[in-house]
Antibody
Framework: EVQLVESGGGLVQPGRSLRLSCAAS????????MHWVRQAPGKGLEWVSG????????GYADSVKGRFTISRDNAKNSLYLQMNSLRAEDTALYYC???????????????WGQGTMVTVSS | EIVMTQSPATLSVSPGERATLSCRAS??????LAWYQQKPGQAPRLLIY???TRATGIPARFSGSGSGTEFTLTISSLQSEDFAVYYC????????FGQGTKVEIK
């Protein structure tokens, strides 16, 4: 079964850091670009960051550029999001998502995890 | 950044009726457009990609059309399980999402 499982969320104070992980299974992880998407409570979807299979192409939303870093470990079938200088507006459910057709960074997302909640509050 | 604008924000439809949802891009995205369905407490589900290709397992009552900057998702005969929020997403140059259209029971 193709599956993505996020972890690492929690309550964190403004200005602090948090690292999210996404464990992939059921497909050849290093054949696909991967992404992080977030959803603030009661709000819509916001793409956060994406990474190609070999980490050669990486992109970020303007709202997180310079604060968040995406990475992957293909040997561990895992995707990560290092979040620094967190703000209240970063409070959201964070999903990892798999690209539909392969390594194309510009792609639809066919598999999503269930998300991990990040709450930034003092 | 390409801005995606969906309309209407809320669509009230009776079961069995047709629903038409619109999505506009701030610049051309060719056919690099996807639609997702999201129900409360669930992750989004891919419905349509390439503007008009149904994803695996998606019923034929869902159809997508358009190219460039104007796109439409049509649900031909709404079933009870179709009441949800729908998002469009462009992936022409890194992805961005529309703000969503909620399809509710009339």
């Amino acid at each position: 079964e193709v599956q993505l499982v996020e972890s690492g969320g929690g309550l964190v104070q403004p200005g602090r850091s948090l690292r999210l992980s996404c464990a992939a299974s059921g497909f050849t992880f290093d054949d696909y670009a991967m992404h992080w998407v977030r959803q603030a409570p009661g709000k819509g979807l916001e793409w956060v960051s994406g990474i190609s299979w070999n980490s050669g192409s990486i992109g970020y939303a303007d709202s997180v550029k310079g604060r968040f870093t995406i990475s992957r470990d293909n040997a561990k079938n895992s995707l990560y999001l290092q979040m620094n200088s967190l703000r209240a507006e970063d409070t959201a459910l964070y999903y990892c998502a798999k690209s539909l057709t392969g390594d194309n960074r510009d792609d639809a997302f066919d598999i999503w995890g269930q998300g991990t909640m990040v709450t930034v509050s003092s | 950044e390409i801005v995606m604008t969906q309309s209407p924000a809320t669509l009230s439809v009776s079961p069995g009726e047709r629903a038409t949802l619109s999505c506009r891009a701030s610049q051309s995205v060719s056919s690099n457009l996807a639609w997702y369905q999201q129900k409360p407490g669930q992750a989004p589900r891919l419905l349509i990609y390439g503007a008009s290709t149904r994803a695996t397992g998606i019923p034929a009552r869902f159809s997508g059309s358009g190219s460039g900057t104007e796109f439409t998702l049509t649900i031909s005969s709404l079933q009870s399980e179709d009441f949800a929020v729908y998002y469009c997403q462009q992936y022409n140059n890194w992805p961005t999402f529309g703000q969503g259209t909620k399809v509710e029971i009339k």
